[in-house]
């Protein structure tokens, strides 16, 4: 993997300057969540201690704060994932309609197991805990869209496209709002 | 003022007091015990459940009993409150519960602990846990890891008090280390292993009540039962100086702060005098510590030698080790 | 057909938007707060309603709001808890999805009740897209007036935010929540103080549920009476149900309260009945933390009575024959289920969640998650069940937060009602068979 300097660019910054704003003076530690989504976007899909480093140091504070926040929260990866990372739910109401038949059709369909990533960087496979889609289950998340009312040949659909497409998925993408 | 009785002992403290320090103003006899509260760290206090205790009545104006168990350490007194502590059955039952929760993960490894003889851990499984275990699951197992020079964290042992990283918090600047990770994935941590650098550090092995933060300057030099305490002070430019020496023989093991009879120092001192100045002549000798103490440490010392009776095999409970098939 | 409060508007095209929301009568009671009425006054409204917390643990809202400490000269704060995060609950995201307006709406008004000048939206991480929706309605409201400084001409001002969390069930506890928005790891704080006396940077703060702002709306716009006449006894108003699980028509509903449960599982208003026309076994009927209850006594209380979707009634007879309304996550399991096994996804999921603070529910929930997987694999013993009985028992009360109560009750009730199938499960572990829900259940799944 290429090194890219640790450094937000210009457009993300400024976000990252509202995120700052929204809160009273002297309580700018608020931000450190969304900012810290923000740093995951930009910097590979996961936080890196480096990157850490440097969130602490745009909002000045210990380095233990930052790990300790990050390591928290379940939507901080701590280690590199794949470009897609799927995200399959499968607490009570997902696995009554079915989430364990599908976290293992995408097993078999990309040749690993959960917790893995495929061989060429593609695909991350994690199971997760209520997405708060249970009407709509089973349900996948992959960046910021939640895959709803899901069956083989949905999973299979939507993991053609997203090899297709080839981009990185982050939670700041633009998303398809399901209607029930 | 309130008026408070607590196993039917009544005294009167100011406003403000917590349960736990007007049961600690009558006496050890009704004290619950503690595990996380540490009364010279703020906010310390409420993570354990160690000290929870019955309120059998609210207060004078509002008499009705609280319906949960309370953390005795962040509850104030109200007037006319009522508390049962060791008369409270669900508090045992309570009790005996949280010991068995923060003894699940711990490796019981007391044989090869620095931290045995003057473990708080040991000395409530001793007194209100179980003598057998309950689990045949592996036991979450983590590296030790070298914080700085003189200080090893075992994270195994942990029960995640939080005393250290309060320490860390109120008297060093410029904490480096913390909980990361979430639930029982929870570990103390500089993450990077960052050491911690800083005068004051080494107070957070003597905050630990286990043997997860321990000092390597006394790494497997002796049994704390087999050292003899000794006040001495010094003229320190860091700190008060003033300290308890452990020695064996001539030699002095270890330096630690001075503690009281409920396991905390009464101030916390430097980490030249604890580490780095460990022989006779550099201090002022003030005769032998009293220890006010209910573990094994205080058995073969001075006036509080126990009587032989009390020592007799059959009224000595085994340990939570003893008949467990882990 | 119920009344509709927050839902009534819910189908018309484009009712996302500012404009088609605002032609619909939205922002009226900003007005009519702002311009005829005293902050006691909406507050004393919002009592007169009998509105309760629609987050989960049913507190009366204008109780609540009537502890907020007002010290001269300190910030006051509003924080709506859009962390919905139990499972079988979805109905804050629906509703913030569909109509985000109302919500910034009921912001509004409530806190100009509060005296609040800053507000904040925390919502889940997970909803990164739902808070791009409130975002955008946000800035909205900033343009036409409703946020910001001088509000209608007014001297009341105010400032609204949206916070995305990072992933973490535990923020959905109030003091966990304004951790987390401090920018810290989500651990409850130890009560007292209370958050309406020292809450979001020490200062005096109410947090209330999405829903439960969204209704303060109608309360405002219709008056405390007309939302109390709704309803049922003390449960007032409308609810949102999420529905999931074996049913043929999941989603969310808004229901009058005290329709009775046996309507709203089989009537096609509502779920439509049990999928494929199996029979009911169990529901879970205020998300996962409330105690589970078989077919007979969720139909009818342990008296004969039919049971009714209210607080009170969903309540009858304690935890030995009744559960809770909650968070209204409605979970409905046929006769193919296996008990033990969905419970095991619940206890897998406490034990995630735990914040690890407190040793109870640290330690507990791990190891009830770890006994349900040794009964599943077939490991178990007759033993296993009493130690998690036990186990849940020791938590249960004795934790910092809910939490722990969250993760013993479902373990409770299961071994309350449904024990047989633990010992089926250890004495024969090979005889039962774990239904793969999705053969049942695909061939119905819309695309």
């Known amino acids: 993997m290429e090194k890219k300097e640790i450094k937000f660019n210009e457009e993300t910054m400024a976000l990252v300057n509202n995120m700052i704003s929204r809160y009273p003076e002297g309580k700018h530690k608020s931000a450190l969540l969304p900012i810290l989504h923000l740093a995951q976007a930009e910097f590979d899909g996961w936080l890196s201690p480096e990157v850490m480093d440097y969130v602490a140091s745009i909002l000045s504070i210990q380095k233990i704060e930052v790990y300790e926040v990050a390591s928290f929260y379940s939507m901080y990866n701590l280690q590199p994932v794949g470009n897609c990372l799927l995200e399959v739910c499968r607490t009570s109401s997902c696995w009554l309609r079915g989430a364990n038949e599908i976290v293992e059709h995408i097993e078999k369909k990309l040749g690993i197991k959960e917790g893995e990533t495929t061989a060429d960087g593609m695909f991350t496979l994690k199971t997760v805990e209520c997405l708060g889609s249970c009407g709509t289950a089973p349900m996948m998340m992959c960046g910021a869209q939640f895959h709803e009312n899901l069956n083989f040949q949905k999973v299979d659909t939507i993991i053609e496209k997203l090899k297709a497409d080839g981009k990185r998925k982050t939670y700041l993408d633009e998303v398809v709002v399901n209607h029930y | ?326 | ?447």
């Open chain 2, 1 to 326: 003022m309130a008026k408070v009785t607590i196993d039917g002992k009544t005294i009167e403290v100011a406003d403000g007091t917590t349960i736990l320090q007007a049961a600690r103003m009558i006496g050890p006899d009704v004290a619950p015990p503690t595990m996380c509260y540490y009364s010279k760290l703020k906010t310390s206090g409420g993570y354990c459940r160690t000290c929870l205790v019955e309120v059998s009545k609210g207060s004078e104006k509002d008499p009705r009993p609280m319906p949960k168990l309370v953390a005795s350490c962040r509850t104030t007194v109200m007037d006319g409150m009522e508390v049962k502590n060791n008369d409270s059955e669900k508090v045992t039952e309570a009790r005996k519960g949280v010991v068995e929760f923060l003894l699940l993960n711990h490796p019981l490894d007391c044989p090869v602990c620095d931290q045995a003889g003057e473990c708080h851990l040991q000395d409530l499984s001793y007194e209100h846990g179980s003598a057998k275990t309950r689990t045949d699951f592996e036991r979450r197992t983590f590296e030790k890891i070298d914080i700085g020079p003189y200080v090893q964290l075992h994270m195994n042992r942990c029960i995640l008090c939080y005393r250290c990283v309060k320490v860390a918090n109120q008297i060093t600047d410029g904490r480096v280390h913390g909980v990361i990770n979430r639930g029982d994935h929870s570990e103390i941590s500089t993450y990077v292993e960052e050491a911690i650098d800083n005068d004051f550090s080494g107070n957070v092995i003597d905050v630990c009540p286990v043997g997860a933060l321990t000092d390597k300057t006394f790494r497997f030099k002796s049994r704390v039962w087999f050292t003899k305490p000794v006040d001495a002070h010094r003229n320190c430019d860091k700190c008060s100086g003033k300290v308890v020496l452990w020695y064996k023989g001539e030699d002095v093991l270890r330096v630690t702060g001075r503690k009281d009879q409920w396991g905390e120092v009464e101030e916390f001192i430097c980490n030249t005098c604890r580490f780095e100045t460990k022989k006779t002549s550099d201090w002022t000798i003030e005769g032998p510590r009293k220890l006010d103490n209910h573990s094994v440490i205080s058995a073969n010392h001075y006036e509080f030698l126990k009587k032989p009776k009390e020592l007799t095999i059959n009224t000595v409970k085994p340990l939570a080790i003893e008949g467990g098939n882990n």
């Open chain 3, 1 to 447: 057909m119920g009344k509709k409060l927050l839902l009534a508007n819910d189908h018309v095209p484009g009712i996302q938007s500012y404009e088609v929301y605002r032609k619909h009568g939205g922002y009226a009671s900003v007005e009519k707060a702002i311009k005829t009425m005293k902050p006691e006054e909406v507050v004393e409204e919002v009592k007169k309603s009998g509105l309760r917390g629609r987050g989960g643990a049913g507190f009366p809202t204008g109780m609540k709001w009537s502890f907020l400490a007002k010290p001269e000269g300190v910030a006051r704060y509003l924080v709506c808890n859009a962390d919905e995060s139990e499972p079988g609950t979805f109905k804050d995201r629906y509703l913030m999805s569909r109509i985000p307006h109302i919500l910034i709406e009921g912001m509004i008004t409530s806190s100009f009740a509060l005296g609040a000048n800053t507000s904040y939206i925390y919502i889940r991480g997970e909803y990164y897209y739902v808070a791009q929706i409130l975002e955008k309605a946000i800035a909205e409201a900033y343009a036409n007036g409703w946020l910001g400084k001088n509000i209608l001409g007014s001297d009341y001002s105010l400032d609204l935010y949206v916070q995305v969390g990072g992933g973490a069930y535990i923020c959905g506890e109030e003091t966990a929540l304004l951790e987390s928005l401090e920018g810290k790891r989500g651990n409850p704080r130890i009560k007292p103080p209370f958050p309406a006396i020292a809450g979001l940077y020490g200062c005096p703060t109410v947090v209330n549920n999405v829903e439960t702002i969204a209704a303060v709306v109608p309360i405002v716009n219709d008056g405390g009476d007309a939302y109390a006449a709704i309803g049922i006894g003390k449960s007032s108003g409308t609810k949102l149900i999420s529905a999931s699980g074996h049913i043929n028509k999941p989603g969310v509903y808004e229901i009058e309260m005290g329709i009775t449960v046996e309507d709203f599982i089989y009537s096609d208003e509502y779920c439509g009945g049990i999928l494929n026309g199996k029979k009911l076994k169990a529901v879970v009927a205020g998300g996962s933390s409330v105690p589970v209850l078989p077919a007979d006594l969720i139909i009818t209380t342990a008296n004969g009575e039919k049971r009714l979707m209210s607080y009170e009634s969903l309540a009858d007879g304690g935890f030995a024959t009744g559960t809770m309304l909650g968070s209204g996550g409605f979970i409905v399991m046929d006769e193919t289920t296996n008990i033990v096994e969905n419970l095991h996804t619940f206890a897998r999921f406490y034990h995630h969640e735990s914040c690890g603070q407190c040793s109870p529910c640290r330690e507990g929930t791990g190891w009830m998650e770890k006994i349900l997987h040794k009964i599943l694999d077939g490991h178990g013993t007759l033993e296993d069940v009493d130690l998690l009985w036990e186990i849940q028992r020791k938590i249960e009360g004795n934790t910092i937060c809910p939490l722990g109560d969250a993760a013993a009750w479902p373990v409770a009730s299961a071994i309350r009602h449904f024990r047989h199938e633990f010992e089926e499960f250890v004495k024969n572990p090979n005889g039962i068979k774990k239904v793969k829900h999705y053969e049942s259940t695909q061939n119905l799944v819309t695309a």
